[in-house]
């Protein structure tokens, strides 16, 4: 299992609120591989600490660990607490919300050198606020690979948008139930792959091969070589496994030119990539089978645990009218408000558009606006 790890945290619809803070990883599928679940009283510094304590006695702390988040201060200074060794970087997507909120420009996801001629304060930002070893996987002191956003966390928040009705127990079983059907399909997927890697990976692999055909290969020393041809050139170096294109450095994956090179020293290419993305690891990852608790009845609970006393949360009065059930935009995030016509009243269309001979004159046009 690759050592990246995104965290973030949804909030709970329930009687007594809360929030479910996740950690997950990625299957070298390129799947998500829930880590660690926990229900704390609100995002804090306190919360974020326990539950990444939590953590660290599954996972440990290395230096080749990376943890993905927002830049929530509460995460940031529970990482810095908890986690010595590991390398914390920034969701991409989340600095990418904070920029449009804080520059009021949309077309930020391009190259940094032309965001830099055109908005000098948003690369200012990037820059000196942020930093580039935050978003950039070239200049990222750790190993992220390709993974820069915690939108695999989101995926897991999704997959329980019913399920966060629930009261505590109840979510906690439906949670254990998916896991195990997880564990087990993927289980009979791995066990089924023929080939060295997995399935996402030779996929990936089978356009780099036919890009990598008619390149001009120079072999520099035993372990060295100069691959030309295309768009840019690349020094690999196959026994170190890197590439001046970063690419099979980042990626940890053979990239056109590390192809070319293995083809030129005839090596197989599979001996270049990862074992994080091999049968062997993907088989070991669903290795254990996750069971049921059971019932009430057939638990085994310590005396300690039976003898404390443990009060309910306070349950605080809920505002007047309907709950919210849609998830809260994290900061600096847009949400795309429908056009309503001033005609009719209705939404999808604006006035001038609006078919209808009959309406209401009220309303207006509103356009995306920071929630």
């Not at 790890?5 to 909030?11: E, K, S």
């Not at 060295?196 to 120079?218: C, D, I, K, V, Y």
């Not at 599979?270 to 993305?277: G, I």
């Not at 809260?328 to 209808?356: A, D, I, L, M, Q």
Request: glycine share 6%; net charge positive.
């Amino acid at each position: 299992m690759r050592k990246v790890v995104g965290i973030d945290g949804t909030f709970l619809k329930g009687q007594y609120r809360g929030v479910l803070l996740v950690a997950t990883a990625q299957d070298g599928n390129g799947q998500c591989y829930p880590l660690a679940w926990g229900i704390v009283d609100s995002e804090n510094e306190d919360a974020w600490t326990w539950f990444l304590t939590q953590l660290k006695e599954v996972i440990g702390d290395t230096d080749e660990l990376t943890l993905i988040s927002d830049r929530a201060p509460s995460i940031k200074k529970a990482i810095s607490t908890v986690f010595e060794k590991a390398h914390h970087g920034a969701c991409a997507w989340h600095v990418a919300q904070n920029i449009k909120n804080k520059f009021k420009c949309a077309d930020i996801m391009g190259s940094y050198w032309k965001i830099s001629h055109r908005y000098p304060r948003v690369a200012e930002y990037l820059e000196n606020k942020v930093g580039f070893e935050k978003w950039s996987r070239c200049h990222y002191p750790g190993l992220r690979y390709n993974i820069t956003t915690t939108n695999m966390v989101e995926s897991l928040n999704s997959m329980l948008v019913n399920a966060r009705d629930f009261p505590y127990v109840a979510l906690l079983d439906v949670i254990q139930e998916k896991m195990s059907k997880w564990w087990n399909d993927r289980r009979i997927v791995a066990m089924a792959i023929t080939a060295p890697l997995t399935s996402s990976r030779e996929s990936e692999f089978r356009p780099r091969f036919a890009q990598s055909n008619g390149r001009h290969t120079l072999q520099l020393n035993p372990v060295t070589y100069h691959v030309k041809g295309g768009e840019l050139e690349g020094v690999v170096d196959i026994f170190n496994k890197t590439c001046t294109c970063k690419e099979f450095d980042i990626d940890k994956l053979p990239c056109v030119h590390a192809l070319a090179a293995a083809h030129h020293a005839q090596v197989s290419v599979y001996s270049l990539v990862s074992p994080y993305y091999t049968k062997e690891y993907y088989v070991l990852a669903y290795g254990e089978t996750i069971y049921s608790v059971g019932s009430q009845s057939q638990w085994d609970v310590p005396n300690e645990v039976v003898t404390r006393v443990v009060l309910p949360r306070e349950v605080k009065e809920r505002k007047r009218g309907r709950p919210k059930t849609s998830r809260f935009p994290s900061v600096g995030e847009f949400r795309k408000r429908k056009n309503r016509c001033g005609k009719c009243g209705t939404y999808g269309h604006y006035k001038k558009k609006c078919n209808s001979q009959t309406g209401s004159t009220e309303g207006n046009q509103p356009t995306d606006v920071p929630v």
